[in-house]
């Protein structure tokens, strides 16, 4: 609201944020930290229940594929029955920590990682995670599947539809 021109209080953008949050019109996704293995109270991140909103608010001048993709994965997560965290891992961050009852599963998402500089700013922050679990990375690439030692690209389409 600010970038917008518009003064708001911290206590008013909170009550709006409860209020779409209760109306279902987004989700919090609240931080974890996996070094620490606890849940953080700070720097939640929210996304919308419906893209469509998205686009109805910042028309089409404001499509970045990156956080669509990020939005609809975070959804398809919450569909497949996990709960949903944003991983903080000293100053880096996982964009998705997926938790079952004895599963978890890191996620990067990025439209592309073509490019040098994005492969190791997404690789990055699942290499220093220490534990053995599943760690992704989902793009729109359509090369094929590759492992960076233990960490798999492989594109978010096909992850969508279940192979």
Not at 106 to 129: C, F, G, M, N, W
């Amino acid at each position: 609201m600010t970038s917008a021109g518009r003064k708001i209080d911290i206590k008013t953008a909170e009550k709006y944020l409860a209020a779409l949050r209760e109306s279902f019109i987004v989700y919090q996704a609240k931080r974890y930290n996996i070094k620490g293995k606890q849940y953080l109270k700070t720097l939640e991140k929210y996304y919308v229940v419906d893209i469509g909103l998205r686009s109805a608010l910042l028309g089409s001048r404001s499509v970045d594929v990156g956080h669509i993709l990020e939005n609809v994965v975070y959804l398809e997560l919450l569909r497949r029955g996990y709960d949903v965290y944003v991983g903080k891992l000293d100053n880096l961050e996982v964009d998705f920590v997926a938790m079952e009852e004895k599963r978890i599963v890191y996620y990067q998402v990025a439209a592309s990682v073509r490019d040098e500089k994005t492969l190791y700013r997404e690789l990055l922050p699942l290499q220093k995670i220490t534990d053995h679990y599943q760690k992704l990375i989902l793009t729109l690439d359509e090369d094929p599947e590759a492992d960076y030692e233990g960490i798999r690209r492989i594109n978010a389409l096909d992850w969508l539809m279940g192979n």
